[in-house]
């Protein structure tokens, strides 16, 4: 059940980022479990795999919002909008 409720709390904070924030933290949780898995030591394992997932699961995301950029506004608000052009 501690499982289930985890995973429905990380879904719905995950509903409200934007495509590169989501595929890093979904890159970064993939990369440190299978580090964990395949390295002799787990920990340094977790580490490194989380690290290099973070930074390609990011990059992946960013590519899939092409034209998409992410403002905020004074009162601290953020909303996705088209980008200036030559952007």
Do not use: F, N
Request: aromatic share 4%; charged share 15%; hydrophobic share 45%.
């Amino acid at each position: 059940m501690k499982k289930i409720l985890t995973i429905l709390v990380l879904t719905m904070a995950l509903g409200a980022c934007s495509q590169t924030e989501k595929g890093a933290a979904v890159g970064g949780l993939g990369g440190a479990a299978i580090g964990a898995a395949v390295a002799g030591d787990p920990v340094q394992g977790a580490v490194v795999g989380g690290a290099v997932g973070a930074v390609a699961g990011a990059l992946i995301g960013h590519a899939s919002e092409s034209g998409q950029c992410r403002y905020r506004d004074r009162h601290g608000r953020v909303y996705v909008d088209r980008c200036p052009s030559g952007y």
